[in-house]
């Protein structure tokens, strides 16, 4: 396949100028095309955009100022580079061209070889610009079916999920009791298909969120108090854990008391298993201007430097001491749930020193 050669437009009122630039781009392979005055230009634009602009000042109908302006202010057409060929040399003249969007500029009279080598730099940055929006955009696509099928296969699973359920709950209340061995075996099952709906609720209000689809229902409550909550909803599994509510309150903010519960729950439980038996977890409950700070912390193993940035992305795992943090969607629930707040997350972390996952939420409606 034919590659084009790259299409530029000269835009000047000089007929000599226009001549002389257009002469010199067609020998070194440019297909030119020409516009004598601002207005002209822009025509020339919408109706087949250049890969390139070369663009005079001084014109009589719109001067280059304004031209570029238009261009850069049309979402079509703004992305085209311009270079700007004047006689005006002051540096308020430069600064005024780049502050309406000029890519470059190029003083009269000039040297064709610099303004080829200028040329040629401008049209490799945009090809690499376009050629990275394609990605991206096949990234994006990518992503949204990929997201469209987990959706899809997570709803389906939620009813076969059901029935497991209530099967392995009606063996478990059988009288008389089963044998031991078999009722083990039973609570073990339905255990982990508890797990798994909830991973499967996980994953769907994960893309309620992201997608701004889920339900926030803000009412004013007590963080400290919320906590409370969340701590003793998890003390039965903290297995030998200390679970320590460092604040007494009330520290009123405006939430979600259903979505905060879950976001401290999964806070809690991931540092519950980061931490040794015998260890402490501990939840701080602080003002701070016009937000509450909620931080979790834990004595664990901490999280090295290079995954702090990447640890509440969606299926990202940290690894540590053999065990996995979290099962890649809890932080990401955590994370979307409170910037759904306008609050923010985050943490804090030293290898040796144990791990702080904090949050904050508007104290005000």
Same mark, same amino acid.
């Given at each position: 396949m034919t590659i084009p050669p790259p299409n530029i437009l000269v835009v000047d009122d000089t007929l000599a100028n226009l001549q002389l630039l257009? +002469? $010199?781009?067609?020998?070194? +392979?440019?297909?030119?095309? *020409?516009? @004598?005055? +601002?207005?002209?230009?822009?025509?020339? *634009?919408?109706?087949?955009?250049?890969?390139?602009?070369?663009?005079?000042?001084? $014109?009589? #109908? $719109?001067?280059?100022?304004?031209?570029?302006?238009?261009?850069?202010?049309?979402?079509?057409?703004?992305?085209?580079?311009?270079?700007?060929? @004047?006689?005006?040399?002051?540096?308020?003249?430069?600064?005024? =061209?780049? /502050?309406?969007?000029? =890519?470059?500029?190029?003083?009269?009279?000039?040297?064709?070889?610099?303004?080829? =080598?200028?040329?040629?730099?401008?049209?490799?940055?945009?090809?690499?610009?376009?050629?990275?929006?394609?990605?991206? #955009?096949?990234? /994006?696509?990518?992503? /949204?079916?990929?997201d469209n099928l987990t959706h899809m296969i997570v709803h389906d699973m939620r009813t076969p999920l059901t029935v497991i359920l209530g099967a392995i709950g009606l063996m478990l209340s059988e009288n008389p009791p089963q044998k031991e061995g078999a009722v083990k075996t039973q609570r073990l099952a339905h255990n982990s298909a508890l797990k798994l709906k909830e991973m499967t609720t996980q994953l769907l209000d994960i893309s309620r969120l992201e997608a701004g689809q889920m339900p926030v229902n803000r009412t004013e409550g007590d963080l400290v108090q919320a906590a409370r909550i969340a701590l003793d909803f998890v003390s039965p599994a903290a297995a030998g854990r200390n679970l320590l509510l460092t604040s007494t309150g009330p520290f009123p903010a405006v939430f979600d008391a259903e979505l905060i519960h879950r976001v401290l729950v999964n806070l809690v439980t991931n540092a519950v298993k980061f931490t040794h038996a015998g260890g402490e977890v501990k939840i701080s409950v602080t003002r701070e201007a016009s937000a509450v700070r909620v931080a979790v912390a834990d004595d664990g193993a901490g999280i090295p430097p290079e995954h702090h940035g990447k640890i509440f992305d969606k299926f990202s795992q940290v690894e540590g001491e053999n065990k996995k943090l979290g099962a890649g969607l809890g932080l990401t629930f955590c994370k979307l749930a409170v910037e759904a707040h306008g609050g923010r997350i985050g943490v804090e972390s030293e290898v040796g020193k144990g791990s702080t996952f904090w949050f904050t939420l508007p104290s005000e409606k």
């Open positions: 257009v +002469g $010199m781009l067609k020998e070194r +392979g440019y297909k030119p095309r *020409v516009a @004598s005055g +601002g207005e002209l230009a822009l025509q020339a *634009v919408r109706s087949e955009p250049p890969d390139l602009i070369l663009l005079d000042i001084n $014109m009589p #109908d $719109m001067d280059g100022y304004q031209v570029c302006e238009a261009l850069k202010s049309d979402e079509k057409l703004k992305e085209i580079p311009v270079i700007f060929l @004047s006689a005006l040399n002051e540096t308020s003249d430069k600064v005024k =061209a780049f /502050r309406a969007g000029g =890519a470059d500029y190029i003083t009269k009279p000039f040297q064709f070889e610099e303004v080829d =080598a200028r040329v040629r730099t401008h049209l490799e940055l945009r090809r690499q610009r376009l050629e990275l929006k394609e990605n991206n #955009d096949r990234l /994006r696509e990518l992503e /949204r079916l990929r």
